[in-house]
């Protein structure tokens, strides 16, 4: 069975799973304030994870709905809601949406696996930012991601073909991926056995790429740095992270303002995260939703 709620109802079924976790339902009560009736509320036990999804129109630019869907049946219901709430705080507090990403003629066909990729990393720089928040809502650092599923064996994978560059296991962006997935999740858990993950992406992955150790150690420092958690200068960072990795970079980014009161309103910005009212298509794929998996 599948429960659906938008605007103040969507918030008073969040606010009720938050039961016990005040700092949590209040931070449920802004972002309902933020986005009114457009704020959308899923829950099922058919989910196999849960999600947030920040949904645009293009033309013109505009906020269709921000969403949260809750995978009912698991031990995190709290805190699964308060990281989604967490991520779509982010767009509240200043942080831009990346919308457009320019796609090179001859990768069209790999396009929404690159896509993928870029919202990954999007996904992974917003833990970065709101983790010490996560634990300032009263939740044990350990429960801030859903458990992994079984580990992967990089041996098998050094064993694939290396020729097929772009291919989901084998392309230099998606070992780079494999690698900071382990190591931000170590950053974040305090856990070993995710440093081990990290070494072993890093140990296989440099087997094909063995560049790819010099561009591990520029992310860390990346990461270390932090200018990324200032909006104003989060579009060029991420832009930078993505570069890093090989990842195609956001060419057009969306800011959300409020006009009034729970209606916020989106505007572009280029790729600097500067406003803009020009915007040039060509060879540009525009993504409609972001959708991220905790």
């Not at 959300?256 to 794929?285: M, N, Q, Y």
Request: contains cysteine.
């Amino acid at each position: 069975m599948m429960m659906n709620a938008i605007g103040g109802n969507a918030h008073r079924e969040i606010s009720s799973r938050l039961r016990g976790y005040p700092a949590a339902q209040r931070l449920s009560q802004e972002v309902y304030e933020f986005y009114g009736n457009s704020l959308s509320y899923i829950e099922s036990r058919e989910f196999t994870s849960t999600i947030y999804a920040l949904h645009l129109q293009h033309d013109p630019i505009a906020l269709k709905s921000a969403e949260i869907q809750l995978q009912l049946g698991t031990d995190r219901i709290a805190e699964s809601l308060a990281h989604e709430l967490l991520h779509l705080r982010m767009p509240m507090v200043g942080f831009p949406l990346g919308e457009l990403v320019e796609i090179p003629f001859q990768l069209d066909r790999y396009a929404q696996f690159i896509l993928g990729m870029c919202h990954w990393v999007v996904n992974i720089v917003h833990h970065e930012i709101f983790f010490q928040r996560f634990i300032a809502l009263g939740f044990d650092k350990k429960r801030f991601l859903a458990k992994p599923a079984m580990q992967i064996d990089y041996g098998n994978l050094v064993k694939g073909r290396p020729d097929k560059v772009h291919t989901e296991k084998a392309g230099f962006p998606r070992w780079c991926i494999e690698y900071v997935s382990h190591w931000v999740t170590a950053r974040h858990s305090g856990s070993g056995n995710y440093l081990r993950y990290a070494q072993d992406a890093l140990d296989r992955g440099s087997q094909l790429h063995p560049e790819l150790k010099q561009t591990a150690g520029e992310i860390g420092r990346w990461f270390e740095a932090g200018t990324f958690k200032d909006p104003r200068q989060y579009p060029r960072q991420v832009n930078l992270l993505l570069n890093l990795m090989r990842i195609p970079r956001f060419t057009g980014w969306v800011i959300l303002e409020l006009s009034e009161p729970g209606k916020p309103r989106a505007v572009r910005l280029d790729t600097d995260g500067i406003r803009t009212g020009i915007l040039d298509k060509a060879a540009l794929c525009e993504l409609a939703a972001v959708y991220m998996r905790i």
